[in-house]
């Protein structure tokens, strides 16, 4: 069965960085796109920025200019690096993946694979 890892995260002020990694495993073949997703502290799940195997790149309003999204060669590693970092951007992290489809921006929990999430706070 496939999962989806999450390491990095943690504390950081205003202005700082912090990055963020996703790791693939026991999938039977690449997984089409790779997506980060952040819970919010008041409860609204937000799309953050996703990858997929063609090397396409897409950011939120909010992620982009700030985050970087990257992908291992191997399709099976995805990083997000977050930088000028916003007391906003606090919240639960989530790795989610498709096989063959696209979230397409949308936060659907049910649907492919995700991770167990992972905190990143924002203090000024």
């Known amino acids: 069965e496939g999962q989806l890892v999450e390491s990095g995260g943690g504390s950081a002020r205003v202005g700082e960085s912090l990055t963020l990694t996703c790791t693939a495993s026991?999938?039977?073949?690449?997984?089409?796109?790779m997506a980060w997703f952040v819970q919010q502290p008041r409860g609204g799940c937000a799309w953050v920025a996703n990858?997929?195997?063609?090397?396409?790149?897409y950011y939120s309003a909010a992620a982009k200019g700030r985050f970087t999204i990257s992908r291992s060669s191997d399709q099976k590693t995805i990083n997000i690096e977050l930088n000028s970092l916003k007391v906003e951007d606090t919240g639960r992290y989530f790795c989610?993946?498709?096989?063959?489809?696209?979230?397409?921006?949308?936060?659907?929990?049910?649907?492919?694979?995700w991770g167990q999430g992972i905190q990143v706070t924002v203090s000024s």
């Open positions: 989610a993946a498709e096989v063959a489809g696209s979230y397409f921006g949308r936060c659907v929990v049910d649907s492919g694979y």
């Open positions: 026991g999938f039977p073949d690449v997984l089409f796109e």
């Open positions: 990858a997929n195997s063609n090397g396409y790149i």
